[in-house]
């Protein structure tokens, strides 16, 4: 068994003494796990960083089997982020949340492409909202997308101000107003409006993501947001000014 894809990294750990099992994304083979030999070594941790782009090979005797793969370095997405803490969160908080959300072998070309998409944006200033927004397509590429075009209890597709926790469907503000503290907040940005992201806004569309990630997504195998999630909201509810 043998194939060719091109890849993103998803997480790399030692296995031995110089090996190591790395799980990359890749458009056509899903989110796919292998034997790296050298992996641990010097030459080879530089290119198993999560977020770099590889051109992969991997082969198996059998299909089911872990098999081994050789990754060569297409593009170093990582090292412009290495003097930025909330970046390189940012991109760490991606590549663990696909490495547990997405299922195995399970092909998802729109969420490699827009994790892609992400890991470029983040040296610029404006990847907050995009960071939300490919967390929103994650959970609608899985089955579980929000429905957020109009108000639940009245039709109203303006003044979306809240979503509701059980159904993952929009609140008009009227009508959410008088049960706010039993609904989470939805984002300006996330209904489609032109207006610029807060850090506040950034922190509800996280908040609001991260609850049916857990629900929808990640209960089902017993886990939780990863560690690198919590830390990347962690940090930006840091900049929001009380």
């Not at 292998?34 to 005797?61: C, E, F, K, S």
């Not at 404006?126 to 209890?153: I, K, Q």
């Not at 962690?234 to 000014?241: F, K, T, Y």
Request: glycine fraction near 10%.
């Amino acid at each position: 068994m043998e194939w060719n894809d091109e890849g993103i990294v998803l997480s790399a750990r030692r296995h031995g003494e110089s090996a190591a099992i790395v799980t990359l994304l890749t458009p056509a083979h899903g989110r796919h796990a292998g034997l790296v030999r050298g992996g641990a070594g010097r030459r080879q941790r530089g290119v198993l960083q999560p977020g770099n782009r590889v051109a992969a090979r991997w082969r198996a005797r059998l299909s089911e089997h872990l098999g081994t793969l050789t990754c060569e370095l297409t593009e170093a997405l990582v090292a412009p982020l290495l003097g930025d803490p909330l970046r390189l969160a940012g991109l760490s908080a991606a590549c663990a949340l696909a490495d547990w959300a997405l299922p195995e072998r399970e092909p998802h070309a729109v969420i490699h492409d827009g994790l892609v998409h992400l890991i470029k944006a983040l040296s610029g200033d404006d990847w907050p909202p995009l960071y939300v927004t490919w967390e929103m397509d994650l959970l609608r590429e899985l089955g579980f997308g929000l429905d957020l075009e109009s108000c639940a209890a009245t039709g109203r597709t303006d003044t979306l101000a809240f979503v509701s926790p059980r159904t993952g469907r929009a609140v008009s503000l009227s009508a959410g107003e008088p049960y706010r503290d039993r609904l989470l907040v939805l984002p300006p940005f996330l209904t489609g409006a032109a207006v610029a992201a807060t850090p506040r806004d950034i922190v509800d569309g996280l908040t609001l993501s991260a609850h049916f990630l857990e629900r929808h997504v990640l209960a089902a195998a017993g886990r939780r947001l990863p560690a690198a999630r919590l830390r990347l909201a962690d940090r930006v509810a840091a900049n929001v000014d009380d």
